[in-house]
């Protein structure tokens, strides 16, 4: 069973293909939590939860029940039918974690169909869950955008950093390239210790980096320094777009 969040087109808002216009599909449920990262979301409850810019696709306790659950492809590939959509529009599956569904029937059968019909398929990920190559050989044709945590996230190093899934996503995949989410006060944190130590494990992969935050205010009081940093270490400084744009609008 697979949990659906939300759908929007929009153009992608970051990383190496930003400005693309792209058919984003949000899935619900994630292996981390990353309070690290300090956004808050208000739950039908009153609760305050904490966790990423996405906590409300993360946290099943408090937000699953605004989720649609996916029982037949098909419900997913109807969703194409509902936008005025350019031919073979590229689609953005995120979360959350997409890759939690990795080996689901139902999602190999929605990734089937839509590579079939020659969309080009981007997973934005956090590059910490295996994905089975040899029994879906379909994943080779896909782009992985690999948001690997840093510590930054308060997540455990050895579950947010596995190497042999980076080497083999890298390495297999038509395209990767690294996506790290960056505050200021990080930088002088030994930060570029950590990066380094994640792209050993696929060191031709491009490295991109964002200003962290979950609203336009916190995404600019970021940028500056860390386009600094970029500049220092060789790093390709990444927008936030779409928050930049629509600040904390979701769905856009
Ligand atoms: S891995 Fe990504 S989606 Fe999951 S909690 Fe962390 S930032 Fe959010």
């Known amino acids: 069973m697979l949990y659906l969040v939300e759908h929007f087109y929009s153009i992608q808002g970051e990383g190496k293909y930003t400005g693309t216009p792209s058919l984003f599909f949000r899935f619900g449920g994630c292996n981390m939590r990353c309070e690290g990262f300090g956004c808050k979301e208000i739950a039908s409850n009153g609760t305050t939860v904490l966790g990423c810019d ?40 995120t979360g959350g974690e997409p890759l939690i569904y990795a080996h689901d029937e139902i999602f190999i059968e929605f990734l089937t169909q839509l590579y079939k019909h020659g969309h080009t398929i981007t997973f934005e990920t956090n590059g910490s869950l295996h994905v089975d190559f040899e029994k879906y050989p379909i994943y080779k044709n896909f782009i992985f955008a690999l948001s690997v945590k840093l510590s930054n996230s308060h997540e455990a190093l050895s579950k947010r950093v596995r190497g042999d899934v980076i080497f083999s996503i890298a390495s297999k995949a038509k395209d990767a390239f690294f996506k790290f989410s960056i505050d200021a006060e990080s930088i002088d944190l030994g930060l570029e210790e950590e990066i380094s ?40 400084f990444s927008d936030r777009l779409h928050i930049r744009v629509w600040d904390q609008n979701k769905g856009v």
């Open 54 to 93: 996405t906590v409300y696709a993360v946290n099943r306790e408090h937000f699953a029940h605004n989720w649609v659950q996916i029982d037949d492809a098909k419900k997913l590939l109807n969703i194409l039918d509902l936008y005025e959509l350019p031919h073979a529009v590229d689609i953005v599956l």
């Open 197 to 236: 130590n994640i792209i050993i494990h696929s060191p031709k992969t491009k490295v991109y980096c964002m200003p962290l935050g979950g609203s336009k205010k916190e995404v600019e009081a970021n940028t500056l320094p860390l386009i600094e940093f970029c500049k220092a270490k060789g790093y390709n």
